[in-house]
Nanobody, 121 residues
Framework: QVQLVESGGGLVQPGGSLRLSCTAS????????MGWYRQGPENQRELVAS???????NYADSVKGRFTISMDNAKNTVVLQMNSLEPEDTAVYYC???????????????WGQGTQVTVSS
């Protein structure tokens, strides 16, 4: 069974930085896409950034130029470097994994439990 372990959340002052990591357990699959979503109080869950195994990335307009997503395929890990954090970035951040089992052409989605990011002075 695939599990996602998230780390790096916490409390930071405006203008500060945090580094979120998400590692997927298991080895009988290949990564198609990994990404980070967030959900603030009374808000819908939204895409923050994603990266495909080929290296292409996608960012929400609100984080472009401030956040950088990267992937370590060998370690099944995705990292979100968050700089110049703003109070509006406060949310629960969820890691999402789209994987393809070995020998298969279909993919499945998996979600982490979420990690809290709070930006406040």
């Amino acid at each position: 069974q695939v599990q996602l372990v998230e780390s790096g959340g916490g409390l930071v002052q405006p203008g500060g930085s945090l580094r979120l990591s998400c590692t997927a357990s298991g080895s009988m699959f290949s990564i198609v896409r990994m990404g980070w979503y967030r959900q603030g109080p009374e808000n819908q869950r939204e895409l923050v950034a994603s990266i495909r195994s080929g290296g292409s990335t996608n960012y929400a307009d609100s984080v472009k130029g401030r956040f950088t997503i990267s992937m370590d395929n060998a370690k099944n890990t995705v990292v979100l470097q968050m700089n110049s954090l703003e109070p509006e970035d406060t949310a629960v951040y969820y890691c999402k994994l789209d994987l393809k089992p070995r020998g298969q052409n279909w993919s499945s989605a998996h979600w982490g439990q979420g990690t809290q990011v709070t930006v406040s002075s």
